[in-house]
């Protein structure tokens, strides 16, 4: 036998070949790819969470050893300090510090120390979140001690049938199992909407391209609070999505109604996408085409293509977007006040939190602070995990040499129409928040079932000039912005040349500082700066000025730091040197070589935390309501929303102040782009 | 195994002409070089070869298959990039298996024990046998070449495509994996196009060299060929070194006569046949400079008179630069010869040794009628331009 195939290798070969060959059918191919990827998933999920405790683990080692030793090892960093620093850099350091330990650290510090302490007694104990717990808008399940029984509260009527209308509204479980589901949902969407988009304008060469990019441009600065008010009215009844698509296109078989947590979920979801755009954006640019081209070369095309390849490289910066978009999502203030008269809206823990405040009176609902520690924990650990992995954001795939072949497609005329077929409707609903915001700034009357509103109108505008709280307002919001951006940029040039250019110890968990504010909730800040600094020099009754000028400060700091340092990065040391060594002392140096250099960056920083500050709302919300003469605009914009005045249309004089925000914001936007291109990084500010 | 066919091949990117007029076939089971300068279009005529380029106009066969208007992963190419292009997010044994996963044949797939043993026998084959678990920053340079060159031939395709594969690498692991590539290349008898601007990789590994420039292909033949009979100016320069006289001719008849500055003359051959060369056409007398020799070997020797401007001891020779009148020429003398600087310097240089160029480049191949790039011919030649 053996011989026999010896002798006739054709026969061998064909019996190795049909052992290896099995018949390849779609099904099989289906099944073991789910199979796989899930796998993957559940695989990469349990890594990233066990990687997180030796990292956590060094990180407190690595504290510890100081403590160790501490006077070799003081005299250590004393030395290395001083080695590294001079007078100037020292003062800077030492500024920065100043503010964000008293305008960060501390504000945040006494939010933990007031929850966990009992007002009575003065100690620790967790009666706050006892409490918490047990009040059946935060937690579900409560305990009723007399009937010794369980009882579970929750509004699971989603979707509402009525004769010519269905209400889809979301489920109501509490405001933590709220605010968790909704920016899960809301982080599923933006990264099937900005991933999408991002794949298209990176991979694909088509008519119209550099418009449909210039349009993409504007959602990335918008804040849901603006957005919120425009689509509230085009989803109601007589809004304008049902008098289009029900009334007019006879496109719905019903009306349809979205209310309460599906509504912010369709607000934050349109609003957020643009971060994850951004970064997938970037990440498909990034990748090394030749990665691609040796998948394509041994038989890989089309989605195989994208899964194996593509989709798994880009993965770090679009994680990176997701987490912020959950974070994001979980500490929006501005939606649930607009959606405030539906139930469930206030059922979320940003509105709890500021419900805590809103008596105005000297002492809070300690819930607040209870649920700005739950609002920490995951701002924290989202933030975390986005810098942890930030050093493998972009697979260092370590390749050098070789062409750099971009791989752009020039699509048919004929797949345009297609993509086009698909895009419009896509851009509609991406730009809806400022589509919807700018008609309803300029509409007339509305008769119920027109699309557009019967006559425009300027006269909404009025609210500008006409009311001197408004115009004030907006007098003293360019004021703080001005004075915070001013501030911002000495204090944040100066972080970013110390982490770019200067060996210091703990120069990591400095640059984690000066970011971190992207990350943390502006309602625990504003908790924690009511708590600390009430009824006191810092923060007078009425006059939350100072601290608001402080919070934009802190919050808005990372956007001048990131494009400060973007811009140092690409400055090379060798300029600075070459100066230092033909006679001009540090200080001169930086006056007169680096800043030139990296100044249009930091322009480009200087106006995007200017453009956010005004913009800001959670802070300026909740301490603005404790001294409304000094609050900005954001504040009013709200007090006009909510108001029933006669002398005025509510949502459409609101709109004009959303507008007013929203041109500040395009203008800012159309000239960073300019500036800093597609880095997301500065943009986005992790 | 598959004869690669070129006709007629042209490819621009907008005003640039990458390449054009490229006729040659590519025999089956050897390999192929295309050498050349950087931007001479070596590379963009691989990637024609590999799909991702389609040409402005001309066919690409595979024996009798026309594949030009077909698709990269539809070629059954193998290609290594520069940069090796190994996927970060995946352990050596993916990397490699990834293909073997994607191939049918006849509508079956591989199974998954069928892929274990072909990816094993393949990094066997590039010697990595037991690092299939590691992930690409765990290897070295050399490691992630074979890496790159075991994912290519798994998947058994009938060409492969090598794009400067060892320009990354330090001169001792080059050698090394030249070695390897030849060895692989030899035993599995696969077509192998290989780019690179280095020459002395090109004739040492090349079974077939082309001498690019400026997107043309002016010489195609093996290395012997290449080196001793060099059909222009640009091939006898790049490869290995040549000096170059100026002259014009005097006459033509077996041998060539051309009169060359300082009232001399000089005899040598022609290294084109069919070109037509004409009394008084300027062109350049070219010869290896260790084709000089400072004594006469053969009674019809030209003698060369020039002046020694710099003498250089590189241990196993002496270079010696002289000028013959306004001209620069190097010559490669014993290293015990007895020359300094302002010397007079007579040398000689055997007829045949002597090859008489024309000085147009390609503009002047156009001229030769059996040459792929002769003016009005769409036909190819059986055999490389001789």
Redesign the interface.
Request: hydrophobic share 30%.
């Given at each position: 036998m053996r011989e026999d195939s010896k002798t006739d290798p054709l026969i061998e070969a064909k019996d190795e070949?049909e052992?290896?060959?099995?018949?390849?059918r779609f099904q099989d191919n289906l099944i073991s790819s789910l199979a796989s990827s899930s796998r993957r998933f559940g695989r990469g999920i349990v890594a990233k969470m066990r990687g997180f405790g030796p990292w956590l683990f060094k990180g407190a080692k690595g504290i510890a050893s100081f403590f160790r030793n501490p006077g070799s090892r003081a005299r250590e960093t004393y030395l290395k300090f001083r080695r590294e620093l001079d007078t100037l850099t020292t003062a800077q350091l030492a500024a920065v510090l100043v503010t964000f330990t008293l305008f960060l650290i501390l504000p945040l510090v006494s939010v933990v120390a007031y929850s966990f302490t009992d007002p009575s007694t003065g100690l620790p104990s967790l009666v706050h979140f006892q409490n918490l717990f047990s009040d059946s808008n935060i937690w579900p399940w409560t305990f009723d001690t007399s009937s010794q029984q369980w009882y579970f509260f929750a509004d699971t009527r989603t979707i509402i049938l009525g004769p010519t209308d269905i209400t889809i509204q979301g489920w109501d479980f509490g405001a933590i199992i709220n605010s968790i589901y909704t920016a899960i949902i809301v982080t599923f969407f933006s990264v099937l909407l900005g991933v999408f988009l991002a794949f298209i304008v990176a991979r694909y060469d088509f008519f119209g391209k550099s418009v449909i990019r210039t349009v993409l441009i504007f959602p990335i600065l918008a804040t849901p609070f603006v957005g919120a008010i425009g689509i509230k009215s085009f989803l109601g009844l007589n809004g304008l999505i049902n008098n289009l698509f029900y009334d007019t296109l006879h496109l719905f078989p019903l009306q349809l109604q979205l209310k309460g947590l599906a509504a912010i979920i369709f607000v934050q979801s349109l609003s957020f996408f643009s971060l994850v755009y951004l970064n997938a954006y970037s990440s498909f640019m990034s990748i090394?085409p030749?990665?691609e081209?040796?998948?394509?070369?041994?038989?890989?095309?089309g989605s195989?293509l994208f899964r194996?390849?593509t989709f798994?490289?880009a993965?770090p910066g679009i994680q990176a977007g997701a987490i912020l978009t959950f974070i994001l999502s979980i500490e929006d203030l501005g939606t649930p006040i607009v959606f405030q008269e539906d139930v469930q809206a206030k059922h979320t823990l940003a509105f709890q939190v500021f419900n805590s405040f809103a008596s105005g009176s000297l002492g809070i609902d300690p819930k607040g602070p209870a649920i700005g520690i739950i609002l920490l924990v995951f701002a924290l650990t989202g933030f975390l995990t986005i810098r942890k992995y930030a050093g493998v954001r972009s697979?260092?795939?370590?390749?050098?040499?070789?062409?750099w072949?971009a791989r752009v497609r020039r699509i048919s005329n004929r797949t345009t129409f297609f993509l086009y077929c698909l895009l419009i409707p896509l851009l509609f609903l991406a730009l809806i928040p400022q589509i919807s915001v700018i008609m309803l700034s300029f509409a007339g009357p509305w008769t119920s079932n027109s699309v557009l509103p019967t006559s425009w109108t300027l006269e909404h505008y009025s609210i500008l000039t006409t009311y001197p709280a408004v115009t004030q307002s907006i007098i003293y919001t360019l004021t703080y912005g001005a004075i915070a951006t001013v501030i911002i940029v000495l204090l944040g040039t100066s972080a970013a040349y110390i982490i770019a250019r200067r060996d210091i110890p703990g120069k990591t968990y400095f640059d984690l500082l000066v970011t971190s504010p992207i990350a943390l909730p502006g309602i625990v800040i504003a908790t924690g700066f009511f708590v600390l600094y009430y009824n006191t020099p810092v923060f007078p009754i009425d006059a939350p000025a100072f601290l608001i000028i402080m919070s934009y400060t802190v919050r808005k700091f990372p956007f001048t730091v990131r494009a400060a340092y973007a811009g140092l990065q690409s400055t090379p040391v060798v300029l600075e040197e070459a100066s230092q060594n033909v006679g001009a002392s540090k200080n001169q140096t930086f006056a007169k070589i680096t800043m030139p250099l990296i100044g249009v960056s930091v322009l480009a920083g200087s106006l995007l935390s200017f453009v956010y500050s005004v913009s800001e709302v959670s802070t300026s919300l909740i301490l603005g309501s404790l001294g409304p003469e000094q609050a900005p605009m954001t504040y009013w914009t709200k007090e006009v929303l909510s108001s029933h005045s006669s002398s005025y249309a509510s949502a459409n004089s609101a709109a004009c102040l959303g507008v007013l925000m929203m041109a500040m914001q395009m203008v800012v936007i159309t000239v960073t782009n300019k500036i800093l291109g597609a880095r997301s990084s500065a943009m986005t500010g992790i | 195994m598959v004869e690669i066919r070129l006709e007629n091949l042209r490819k621009t990117f907008g005003n640039i002409v990458a390449t054009d007029e490229v006729n040659m076939i590519l025999p089956e089971g050897e390999l192929s070089t295309l050498l050349g300068p950087s931007g001479c279009g070596k590379t963009t005529l691989l990637r024609l070869i590999a799909g991702f380029y389609v040409p402005d106009h001309g066919r690409i066969y595979f024996d009798d298959r026309d594949v030009t208007d077909l698709p990269p992963h539809k070629r059954n190419t193998g290609m290594c990039f520069q940069n090796y292009a190994l996927w970060p997010h995946m352990t050596v044994h993916d990397n490699v298996a990834y293909g073997m996963k994607l191939k049918r044949v006849e509508g079956m797939k591989y199974t998954e024990a069928a892929i274990h043993t072909r990816v094993s026998k393949a990094l066997d084959l590039v010697r990595l046998g037991d690092l299939g678990h590691r992930h690409i920053h765990q290897l070295s340079g050399g490691q992630q070449q074979r890496v790159a060159l075991a994912r290519a031939l798994v998947i058994e395709p009938d060409v492969l495509l090598l794009d400067e594969p060892l320009s990354n690498l330090d001169a001792k692991l080059r050698i090394e994996m030249r070695e390897e590539i030849i060895r692989i290349q030899s035993e599995m008898s696969i077509t192998t196009v290989y780019v690179t601007h280095d020459q002395h990789e090109a004739l040492s590994i090349s079974d077939g060299v082309a001498v690019m420039d400026k997107g043309y292909v002016q010489q195609f033949a093996n290395p012997r060929e290449i080196y001793s009979d060099p059909q222009t100016v640009f091939v006898a320069d790049f490869i290995g070194q040549c000096t170059f006289i100026d002259g014009t001719i005097t006459s033509i008849g077996d041998s060539i006569r051309v009169n060359i500055p300082n009232n001399q003359q000089i005899v040598g051959h022609t290294t084109i046949d069919g070109y037509p060369f004409q009394i008084g056409e300027a062109v350049k007398a070219a010869v290896r400079p260790e084709d000089l020799n400072l004594q006469r070997e053969r009674p019809n020797d030209n003698e060369i008179v020039g002046q020694v401007t710099r003498t250089i001891y590189v241990g196993n020779a002496l270079e010696v630069y002289f000028m013959v009148g306004d001209i620069a020429a190097e010559a490669l003398l014993d290293p015990d010869s007895n020359l300094k600087e302002g010397d007079s310097i007579h040398l000689f240089a055997p007829q045949d040794e002597v090859m008489i160029l024309p000085v147009g480049g390609v503009e002047s191949l156009r001229k030769v009628s059996s040459h792929p790039l002769y003016l009005g011919s769409s036909s190819i030649t059986d055999e490389p331009n001789a």
């Open positions: 070949f052992d290896e060959l099995i018949p390849d090394d030749s990665l081209e040796q998948a394509e070369n041994l038989g890989a095309t195989k194996s390849v798994p490289l993965m697979y260092e795939s370590g390749t050098k040499g070789g062409q072949n | -």
